[in-house]
Structure formats: C-alpha cells, structure tokens
C-alpha cells in the first residue's frame, strides 16, 4: 500500500517571501502521479499542481513550483512571492499510473497547514 | 457545467439516525469516490465506483453503504449515524485518460 507522510502540520510564511512545504511518498510503483491540492477556508479542494512520474522535469504553475527527487521519494512544494491569499490547508496526495479501479484511487498526506503573515 | 454537486453541504444528526449524502456529475464520469477529511488525518477513501452497477470499499468502509444505479449520482448512505462519523465528506470524479480528479465542495456532517 502507499503512504504519503506531510511531517509539518503547519507553516508561516511572511508575503512575498518564499516557503516549501515537505512530502515524502512510500510506493513499489515505478510510474505514478504526485499532486498538490490547496484547501481554503472555503472547504473546497482545488487542485495547485501536478507531477508525472516519468517526468524528469520539474512541474511549474506560476508562482508554485515542486521539487521531485523519485529516488528519494520526495515532492515538495515551494510558493514563491506568498500572498494572502495563499494561506490554506494543503495536501500531498499520491495516484498509480496504471489501468485498473485502484489506480483511480487517490492517497492523501495529513496536510499543512500554511499561514502568511502581512 | 455545474461539476460534482454534493447535497447538502452541512448536517447535523443525532446518534442512531439515518441519512444519505447526494453526490451527482455531470461529466459522464465513470469513476466516483468518497472520502472523509477529519483533523490531522487527511482525505482517507471509503468507497469508490468504476461505473454504474460496480463498488467496492476503500480504507474506512464500516459504517457507510453505497451503490450506482446511475453514472450521474453516487450516494452515501449512513444507516445508523454514530459520533466518529462527525466530518468533512468529500465526492470526487474522474474517468480513464483524465489525471486529476474533480472534486464537490463538501458536506460538512455533525453526530450529536
């Protein structure tokens, strides 16, 4: 079974100042999908970044960018500029490549909780 | 296109009651999931769904019934509400080809 482990309930982070958040993964897999979800206040789960692991590059959206070392197992995100606006709960969440029912399935980190400070 | 729709979007039941979470796509997405977000634990699965007629239990299945009569609408049902099912309930939907999955705003459920 996989497991994604968040090891920073929360976070602070001045605006327009830089902050990474931690992820590491467990999984057998060779091919998979890694993804940052943000969760504001509003509850609603929306989706900041997504990586391909047969990708070597880097994937970047904007300020959001994430570090994806496969050997170690490692996905950390980093926010560039923060802004208010940024503050939220996000979740690392994991997802299999392959075809099949379970490769729907997404598992998901405990979380961390951000906060930017004006 | 209104996405994944969850009704209602907070609940308040008292021990032992019964109620059914509504979760409807309009995408004709084959696959449907539930999961459960509590404090300090993240999004953990309870049932998903490949299609109309097929489930199967996630990790934290106890307690929660389901079935897909219908592509479009995937519920929840809670036989007999009990304090530890007090939480965030999220349905989300995908199909074969499409990465990330789309996900409902939530019902937020108390247990009294």
């Known amino acids: 079974a996989q497991t994604v482990t968040q090891s920073q309930p929360e976070m602070s982070v001045q605006e327009a100042e830089t902050v990474t958040l931690s992820c590491t993964y467990d999984?057998?897999?060779?091919?998979?999908?890694l993804f940052w979800y943000k969760q504001p206040p509003s509850r609603q789960m929306i989706l900041v970044i997504r990586q391909e692991a047969y990708k070597q590059q880097n994937a970047t959206e904007n300020r959001f960018s994430v570090n994806f070392q496969k050997a170690a197992k490692s996905f950390s995100l980093k926010i560039s500029d923060s802004q208010l606006g940024d503050a939220a709960m996000y979740f690392c969440?994991?997802?299999?490549?392959?075809?099949?029912?379970?490769?729907?399935?997404?598992?998901f980190g405990k979380g961390t909780k951000l906060s930017v400070i004006p | 296109n209104a996405g994944v729709t969850q009704t209602p979007k907070f609940q308040v039941l008292k021990t032992g009651q019964s109620m059914t979470l509504q979760c409807a796509q309009d995408m004709n997405h084959e696959y449907m999931s539930w999961y459960r977000q509590d404090p300090g634990m993240g999004l953990r699965l309870i049932h998903y769904?490949?299609?109309?007629?097929?489930?199967d239990q996630g990790e934290v299945p106890n307690g929660y019934n389901v079935s897909r009569s219908t592509t479009e609408d995937f519920p929840l049902r809670l036989l007999s509400a009990a304090p530890s099912q007090t939480s965030v309930y999220f349905c989300a939907s995908s199909y074969p080809g499409l990465i990330e999955a789309f996900f409902g705003q939530g019902t937020r459920l108390t247990v009294v």
């Open positions: 969440a994991y997802r299999r490549l392959h075809s099949g029912a379970g490769s729907y399935q997404l598992t």
């Open positions: 999984t057998s897999e060779s091919d998979y999908y």
């Open positions: 769904s490949v299609g109309a007629g097929i489930t």
